[in-house]
Structure formats: C-alpha cells, structure tokens
C-alpha cells in the first residue's frame, strides 16, 4: 500500500503566491475556513477585505446572522476610518439579526469610553436596541457620570422634546444650534415657541431691546425713557448689513426653518410704524413668498398674508408698499370682512 505523501512538506515546497489561492479557493466552498482566515486577518491588522466582505453581504440584503463576524470587528484593534467603518456595518448587521438589546446597551455605553474610539451614532443602533435597550441606556445614564452627547443622542432617538430643548438651550447659541431648537419646537408643533426662540436669538437682539424701549417711551414719556430708545434705535441702524447676512444664510440653509423668522421680523418692522419701515416689510413679505415656495408651502403663504393683512388693515401706507412689491394683496379673508382696495 502506497504511504500517503507528506502534505506539510509539499506545501512548503510552494510559493507564497500559489499557496494563498489554493487557500482562497478552498474558503469559498468552506465557510468555516473563510471565516478563521478573516479572524486571522483581522488580528494582523488587515480589516480591509473583511469589511468589504461584510458590505457586500448585507447590500446583498443576505439573511445570514452576520453580527458575531460584525461585532469582532469593531472590537478589533482597527483605528480611524477603518473602525468607523467596522462600527456602521456593526450597526447594519444588528438591524438585520438583533442581539439581546441590553447586552448590546452594554456594549454601547462601555465602548464610547475606549480611548481613540470614535463617536458612535446612537440613532444606527436604535431599531436593534428597541425600547428596552434604550430604557437600560437611560437608566445607566441616571447612576452613572454625567455624559451630555449621549444624554442628547438619547432624547433625540426617543423623541423627549424637553430634555433636547434644555441640552440645546444650555449650549452657545450659534446660528446651527439656534436652527436645530427652531426646527425641534416646529416638529413638535410648538409653532409659537419657535417663532419667539428665533425672533430672540437669530433676529439680533437689539432688535428685541428697541421693541422694549418704544412700549417703555409709551408708557412713560420721559426725556429719559426717550433717550434710551433713540441709543437702541441708533445700535440697530448700524447692523441692517449683519442683520441681512444672518437672515440669508438661515433661508440658504432651511427655507421652511427661516419662515418663523422671516415672519417675526416683518412684524417688528410694521410696528416701527414708518415708512422706511414698511417699505422694508414688503421686501421681506417678497423674501417670504419666495421661502414658500423653495418649500413646498404655497398656500400657507396665501394664508398668512391674508392674515396680516386683516391685522393691519388699517395701515393703508403699509399696504401701498405691499402692492409697490408686487405682492396681490387678498381682497376677502375666508371667515372675514371684505377689504377694500
């Protein structure tokens, strides 16, 4: 009986070249072996062509349980981009196959504490996480260190408007964090609170000062009280440039979020009660109609502008701007009197 040859030292008798193809070759018809030799890779820092195979599966929309390989490699020694990468399809592979929400909670909370982990987004983890793994993040929140990214991660995923609005409210009011409450209060249907957050925040504040001063000189006609709102009225005249570039950058950014504020600042314009004032209300009543329509939001336009209209109904110089901008103005409110020309 012919002995069996010697594999081993055949095998190295082979070039390197050879040798990975017959391995390859064989990794495709066993998987077990596929997945010992990505192991293998991954500890030798070659997470490459294990996270492309991992994508090209779950794009596949495979229904293979792709979690253990998925978690492995986020818990791997890859760094930077790689790790982000290893993270998102950790997070696509959960989605598909869920494992246990808490322990998967778990992993969530002590993972963001490894040093050079980058941010995880807690909203790609939230369908495997489901409620009761986002009940054990929340709860883990309550007893642990204060930890604000993920306490407002949390609030968004759940929906808590308050505990959002008071994270939000707590940072620098920058024009992106003043966008994002105004767009929060809307989504929530808090309409008023919107329009009066962005009217003190992204209209300047001296605006708001100026407002103040004039129903202060109303009620208490003093050379002192008219000093002061003449001081407010002159800071404002020399920022309308400033003003013009805030307001432009928020309808660039969110044409549907820059409608409250458009809206409050027409009103602060009419009740300056000049002409200048008008005139500069009609131009933005133009700026207005056209956020409508980059909206999506025609006929709210036709509704709110049938609505100031009959508020001010009396201000026949406003509406001559109006009409000198080019703007129809409603001849009958649905529900209201009839106005004249």
């Not at 012919?2 to 081993?8: E, I, S, V």
């Not at 009959?310 to 000198?324: D, G």
Request: net charge neutral; charged share 30%; with cysteine.
């Amino acid at each position: 009986m012919t002995p069996a040859p010697d594999l081993r030292a055949y095998l190295r008798t082979l070039d390197a070249e050879t040798l990975a193809e017959l391995l390859l070759d064989q990794a495709v018809r066993d998987p077990r072996l596929r997945h010992e030799l990505e192991l293998r890779a991954v500890a030798q820092g070659k997470a490459g062509p294990v996270l492309d195979t991992l994508q090209r599966l779950l794009d596949a929309g495979t229904q293979a349980d792709l979690t253990p390989l998925a978690r492995r490699m986020a818990d791997s020694d890859a760094t930077g981009a790689e790790l982000r990468r290893a993270i998102g399809l950790y997070a696509r592979a959960c989605a598909v196959h869920p494992p246990d929400p808490r322990e998967l909670a778990d992993w969530l909370l002590a993972a963001k504490d490894r040093p050079g982990q980058p941010e995880i987004t807690l909203a790609d983890f939230a369908p495997a996480l489901g409620d009761e793994g986002l009940a054990h993040i929340r709860a883990a929140l309550a007893q642990g260190p204060p930890d604000p990214r993920l306490t407002e991660q949390l609030a968004e995923v759940t929906g808590d408007v308050d505990t959002l609005l008071e994270i939000l409210s707590a940072q620098p009011p920058t024009p992106a964090t003043t966008l994002r409450i105004v767009r929060l209060l809307r989504s929530a249907g808090r309409h008023g609170e919107a329009i009066a957050h962005a009217a003190r925040t992204v209209v300047h504040p001296h605006e708001g000062v100026l407002a103040l001063r004039r129903a202060e000189f109303r009620r208490h006609p003093s050379p002192g009280t008219y000093r002061a709102l003449r001081a407010a009225a002159e800071e404002l005249d020399r920022w309308p440039a400033e003003r013009d570039d805030a307001l432009g950058r928020l309808a660039d950014r969110d044409p549907a979020g820059a409608i409250p504020v458009y809206r409050v600042h027409v009103e602060e314009l009419i009740q300056l009660r000049a002409p200048g004032g008008y005139r500069e209300a009609a131009r933005r009543l133009r700026d207005l109609r056209t956020l409508h329509r980059r909206a999506d939001l025609v006929p709210e336009f036709g509704e709110y502008l049938a609505g100031l209209v009959e508020t001010h109904k009396r201000k026949t110089r406003l509406l001559v701007e109006v009409r000198n901008a080019r703007i129809a103005v409603p001849k009958a409110v649905p529900g209201r009197a009839t106005m004249s020309g």
